[in-house]
Nanobody, 125 residues
């Protein structure tokens, strides 16, 4: 059974930084993509960033490009999201996710079969 556990959320002022972590277990992730999504109150869950476990290629939403960095530690089955220059529009619950089967479009929620419980990120002005 795949399990994903996020941590690292919190309350910070605009301009600050946070680092989110996602601990993954339950299978081998080497052929899969993983991603971060976020959902603000009253809004759809949206793509933030993704990484291919094998090779480490990355992709970012335009809204976070240049401010956020996704990475993974293959040996520890961990994925991270370093978030810098945060602004109030980044306030949301952040979720990590793993593809249901490899090779899909990592920007699309439909391809992800496993989700964490989410971690709250709140940015004050």
């Amino acid at each position: 059974q795949v399990q994903l556990v996020e941590s690292g959320g919190g309350l910070v002022q605009a301009g600050g930084s946070l680092r989110l972590s996602c601990a993954a277990s339950g299978r081998t992730f080497s052929n899969y993509g993983m991603g971060w999504f976020r959902q603000a109150p009253g809004k759809e869950r949206e793509f933030v960033a993704a990484i291919r476990w094998s090779g480490g290629s990355t992709d970012y939403a335009d809204s976070v490009k240049g401010r956020f960095t996704i990475s993974r530690d293959s040996a520890k089955n961990m994925m991270f999201l370093q978030m810098n220059s945060l602004n109030p529009e980044d306030t949301a619950v952040y979720y990590c996710a793993v593809e249901r089967s490899s090779g899909g479009n990592l920007r699309e929620r439909i391809g992800y079969g496993y989700w964490g419980q989410g971690t709250q990120v709140t940015i004050t002005a």
